[in-house]
């Protein structure tokens, strides 16, 4: 039987909670002026969305872009962990199509967990072996999810030990003015750091004393206390 989205919708939304959707209101910045203003949440948790997602891992691409635009952040969530979960299963072509269609559809993915959760399991996987231009030109972006979708698809080459484009994407996003690219761009830098210390220590030593408080504490948060104090203090 076709999987069809009105079906998987009736059951996500028979799933909410309104306990746990007001937490969620809260909890991810909907306010006027907020970073996700006017988001609404049905109250479902991630462990049950992802089972969902397995539970109708035969859906459509066509039926999956049905539901994307989503007015329900739970139902967005859904969406692209079906994109990440199709793409994983996909032939070139359909890697392809769901890249695109990824791409396309950025004003969608449009929350911090809707992209930590996809971009570098779809763009880091198409692109790893590909030109990777498109991830500058999404890191001078106005609108702030593309600016993070662009980091954190680096994540992608950082965990395979290729460190290149996240640290020029680094530097390219080190003077940005969202506490949310602050954040990601300090975690990637940690996660190099994991693998490379030398890498990360080069990187902070020409930008750390300009660079956001955030982002510092999130790059340094391994270091030796002593250093992570220096670092802090602008004496490294």
């Known amino acids: 039987m076709r999987i069809t989205s009105a079906a998987i919708k009736k059951e996500l939304r028979g799933s909410g909670n309104k306990a746990i ?17 006017g988001d609404k949440f049905l109250g479902i948790r991630v462990p049950v969305i992802r089972k969902l997602v397995k539970k109708y891992r035969t859906t459509s691409l066509t039926e999956v872009l049905k539901i994307l635009p989503s007015g329900y952040h739970e139902e967005r969530l859904f969406a692209v962990l079906m994109l990440v979960e199709l793409f994983s299963k996909g032939d070139e072509e359909a890697k392809l199509a769901i890249y695109r269609t990824y791409l396309e559809n950025t004003r969608f993915i449009n929350n911090w ?18 030109n990777k231009q498109i991830l500058y030109e999404l890191a001078e972006s106005d609108n702030l999810w593309e600016r993070r979708i662009s980091m954190i698809t680096t994540y992608w080459f950082i965990k395979r030990d290729r460190f290149e484009d996240a640290l020029k994407i680094s530097g390219l996003l080190v003077n940005d003015k969202e506490d949310l690219i602050h954040k990601a761009v300090g975690w990637m830098l940690r996660e190099i750091g994991k693998r490379d210390l ?39």
């Open 198 to 236: 030398d890498s990360e220590r080069k990187f902070l030593q020409k930008h750390y004393k300009k660079m956001p408080r955030t982002m510092l504490r999130y790059a340094i948060e391994k270091f030796p206390e002593d250093e992570r104090k220096a670092y802090l203090k602008g004496l490294v």
């Open 21 to 37: 959707a007001d937490h969620s209101q809260r909890f991810f910045k909907t306010g006027k002026g907020d970073y996700a203003e």
């Open 113 to 130: 967990d809707l992209v930590d959760a996809s971009a570098h399991k779809i763009v880091g996987a198409y692109l790893e072996k590909r």
